[in-house]
């Protein structure tokens, strides 16, 4: 019986302090090392083994899956911005996005000036995708939209060009459960010319058959479906092919790039 | 990986009665791979409870988000004296405030579904336990990959974890063995029993399961196999199955220490670093 009360003492001791040193060695070493910036960059290996390992096995251009009308979400999630501020926008909003233009520049052979009626007029794809958000919910629904590739084609990508980047209308202020406080900023996001010019990498304007409305990112918003929510910018209006992104905003690609999330969210 | 004194037993005769027999037990692998292993899970489970705080529910199906129907959910809601923490486990309501869904960090009351002291990084920081979780990942599968292949080659997992016919049939004294906190002694010291070998072929099927439905949350790599999403039933059944997985390691870590304090903390400890396991004698 002695045996046994000091066995049990034992255990609950071990349990106990196991527990202890978790949580202090997580406030101390975890915390300290998550500042370190040393530690950040041999942390940030994994992004680029991801990126190598993923490019490798999807070097056939696979597409994401695709889903069945029976599948698309009765509610889908709106996220990050839901109604961007400013009068420009406001009008827009008002007269339809009549006069809403989205220009493809940058390191182009002919820039291009589209309205939303011509983009409506372009060759389009509808996919049923899944959307996955960074913070771990999914949804599902219908997109309509203009390859990317195919207006890459017709503005004519120069060799120097490695990325298009995607100018959004909106001001983000961050989002809470992405943590912490986060400074506001302009939306952005950026995509290599590989998975710009995946066939399912669409600028989409309709969204489950009606145009896209405003919380989703109306009049026109990216579909990357290999990757995750943040990539599949809203409200864009200029798409940039550039050698860099250095120099650009936070300079890492992307509003939540340049807030510490990796460049690549194919994971 | 037999021992001097295992083939000669005129040795084992002179050796003097209190001093106990040493074998080697732990090859340089297991022993590398475990602590690998171990430090991988640690920061995996620290960073994966970091990660579900950005969105605490757990859904079954393809989709799941807020304005879905969650089978868990980890809130804070308004209460007369502040905020309560709430974990709703379908209809079942718990207030668990204190620990999950309000906890109180340095003094500071938080509305999170994991307490800060549980989580890495301490504060919620998707980003940077995104980092976490991903570069230990890549640790943990080469780590496995290495010992999975080495445990096949070697027939280790043939040899010391695969329950032999006997084994299975020792289960009912085995388990009453251990519910009386007997432990093994001399020759039946010397191998796995039955119980310890099912709970390490099931912690490798937890772990194999954790990176499976791991990989099926990854859009990148649904592309690449989307029979992974028919196999788990959906991102989000995935997503709850890799929930549900590492509450299944954090199970057997737990009865893995208290078995390893039990059964002599020290030489347990000890033989996990240097290979050599002191059998606890017949009888004493």
């Given at each position: 019986m002695t045996l046994f009360t000091r066995r049990t003492a034992l255990i609950a001791g071990a349990a106990g302090s196991g527990l202890a040193l978790s949580g202090c060695s997580k406030i101390l070493f975890g915390d300290k090392l998550t500042a370190s910036s040393d530690f950040q960059h041999v942390l940030a290996h994994a992004e680029s083994w991801t990126l190598a390992s993923q490019r490798f096995l999807l070097s056939g251009g696979a597409l994401a899956r695709e889903y069945r009308p029976a599948d698309i979400s009765p509610r889908f999630k709106p996220n990050g911005t839901l109604y961007p501020t400013g009068e420009d926008y406001e009008d827009a909003v008002n007269e339809d996005f009549v006069t809403w233009r989205l220009l493809v520049d940058g390191m182009v052979n002919r820039p291009l000036?589209?309205?939303?009626?011509?983009?409506?007029a372009l060759p389009s794809r509808t996919q049923i995708t899944r959307h996955d958000c960074v913070e771990g919910w999914s949804a599902i629904g219908q997109w309509t939209g203009v390859p990317v590739g195919l207006l890459l084609k017709a503005a004519g990508v120069l060799p120097q060009a490695k990325y298009a980047i995607f100018h959004c209308a909106d001001n983000l202020e961050g989002e809470p459960a992405k943590g912490g406080e986060q400074a506001p900023g302009q939306y952005y996001e950026s995509l290599d010319l590989v998975d710009a010019n995946h066939p399912q990498t669409i600028i989409a304007h309709s969204m489950n058959g009606r145009p896209l409305d405003v919380s989703h990112g109306a009049p026109l918003r990216l579909r990357v479906e290999r990757q995750l929510g943040y990539k599949h910018a809203k409200y864009v209006q200029r798409i940039q092919l550039t050698d860099r992104l250095s120099g650009l905003y936070g300079g890492k690609g992307g509003y939540w790039e340049d807030r510490g999330y990796e460049w690549y969210a194919g994971i | 990986m037999?021992?001097?004194?295992?083939?000669?037993?005129?040795?084992?005769?002179?050796?003097?009665?209190?001093?106990?027999?040493?074998?080697?037990r732990h090859t340089f692998l297991v022993r590398l791979t475990h602590w690998l292993n171990a430090l991988a899970i640690f920061v995996m489970i620290g960073s994966g409870l970091n990660i579900f705080n950005a969105h605490p529910h757990l859904y079954w199906g393809q989709k799941g988000s807020?304005?879905?129907?969650?089978?868990?959910?980890?809130?804070?809601?308004?209460?007369?004296?502040?905020?309560?923490?709430?974990?709703?486990?379908?209809?079942?309501?718990?207030?668990?405030t204190g620990l999950l869904g309000v906890s109180t960090d340095r003094g500071q009351v938080l509305?999170?579904?994991?307490?800060?002291?549980?989580?890495?990084?301490?504060?919620?920081?998707?980003?940077?336990?995104?980092?976490?979780?991903?570069?230990?990942?890549?640790?943990?599968?080469?780590?496995?990959?290495?010992?999975?292949?080495?445990?096949?080659?070697?027939?280790?997992?043939r040899r010391d974890l695969w329950p032999t016919l006997g084994d299975l049939k020792s289960i009912p004294r085995s388990v009453l063995d251990h519910v009386r906190l007997k432990h093994p002694t001399g020759e039946a010291a010397k191998r796995y029993n039955v119980l310890q070998r099912l709970a390490y072929l099931g912690l490798i099927t937890l772990v194999i399961?954790?990176?499976?439905?791991?990989l099926t949350m990854s859009p990148g790599f649904d592309a690449f196999a989307p029979w992974l999403l028919d196999l788990f039933g959906g991102r989000q059944s995935a997503r709850s199955i890799h929930f549900l997985c590492a509450s299944g390691i954090v199970a057997?870590?737990?009865?893995h220490l208290v078995e390893v304090v039990l059964a002599g903390p020290i030489n347990e400890v000890k033989s996990m670093i240097t290979g050599r396991y002191a059998v606890p004698p017949e009888h004493d």
């Open positions: 000036s589209l309205s939303i009626a011509q983009i409506r | 037999s021992t001097a004194i295992e083939t000669a037993p005129d040795l084992v005769r002179d050796v003097p009665r209190r001093r106990r027999e040493v074998i080697y807020e304005l879905d129907r969650p089978f868990l959910s980890i809130v804070a809601v308004d209460g007369a004296k502040g905020p309560r923490g709430i974990t709703v486990v379908g209809p079942p309501k718990l207030d668990t509305q999170k579904a994991w307490p800060s002291w549980l989580t890495i990084p301490s504060n919620q920081d998707l980003a940077d336990a995104r980092h976490w979780h991903f570069f230990f990942a890549w640790i943990l599968v080469a780590n496995g990959l290495v010992y999975l292949l080495w445990s096949l080659l070697s027939r280790h997992l399961l954790m990176v499976l439905t791991g057997f870590i737990v009865v």
